[in-house]
């Protein structure tokens, strides 16, 4: 039997928006870690769902403390639960992501988000050299469907060394490559829940198999592990 993202995880944070205070948080701390308990089961279980297709290295689920060093949001707390699922690697890239807030902001989320430097300047250059293949991923109905637009961060222009007139340069300007679908409060609470992300996580294989393939071969194709 799935578990379910229980409802009072959405009233805790209505309320933590409101009292987003050490003080409150304290005094409700106890009802915070007990729906934390049964978040967290609901993760863990999807852990497992996703290990019966995909290999999957580690599970983390954020803390609910911000860091507040860097930023000028000073409010001690996050408003909602993420949690992270990796892929084994080196073989294997990709992640996933499922983020849990009231008011219908709910997501979860796929694909490359921070590629170091050298991955971007890779997946770049497999873009100029031939994009077809990706578009043929991108664009197919069916993976559209669930997914919709490859969205994430660009460049203004062209990158250092690429030409802005190249056909694939809407592509080459991205910095992330990212795939996220939405769900209301309504959704998320449900028993089938679970297995709609982990359906909707298993139709992203076409394009991480291809990015896997991209990341682990030279532009001729010769492997680099």
């Not at 701390?29 to 580690?58: C, G, N, P, R, W």
């Not at 902001?105 to 694909?111: K, V």
């Not at 197919?140 to 961060?153: A, M, P, Q, R, T």
């Not at 992300?197 to 294989?205: C, G, H, L, S």
Request: no cysteine; hydrophobic share 35%.
């Amino acid at each position: 039997m799935n578990k379910t993202i229980p409802q009072e995880a959405f009233d805790f944070f209505k309320r933590l928006e409101k009292n987003n205070n050490r003080d409150w948080f304290n005094e409700n701390k106890k009802e915070f870690k007990e729906i934390e308990k049964e978040v967290k089961q609901a993760y863990t279980q999807l852990f497992e769902m996703l290990s019966a297709h995909d290999e999957i290295d580690k599970m983390k689920m954020f803390r609910i403390y911000r860091d507040v060093r860097f930023s000028k949001n000073k409010l001690p707390y996050k408003t909602h639960f993420g949690g992270s699922f990796s892929r084994v690697k080196p073989n294997l890239r990709g992640g996933y992501y499922v983020h849990i807030q009231p008011n219908n902001e709910s997501f979860i989320a796929t694909g490359f988000w921070e590629p170091n430097k050298e991955d971007l300047l890779r997946i770049r250059k497999e873009f100029e050299q031939d994009d077809d293949e990706i578009r043929e991923i991108i664009d197919n109905k069916k993976f559209k469907s669930i997914w919709g637009e490859l969205v994430g961060d660009q460049v203004k222009t062209a990158p250092r060394g690429f030409d802005k007139e190249h056909k694939a340069i809407d592509l080459i300007k991205k910095k992330q490559f990212i795939f996220t679908k939405k769900y209301t409060d309504k959704e998320v609470t449900s028993p089938e829940f679970l297995s709609q992300v982990d359906t909707a996580f298993k139709a992203i294989r076409p394009y991480f198999n291809y990015m896997s393939d991209v990341l682990t071969t030279d532009l001729n194709g010769v492997s680099l592990i």
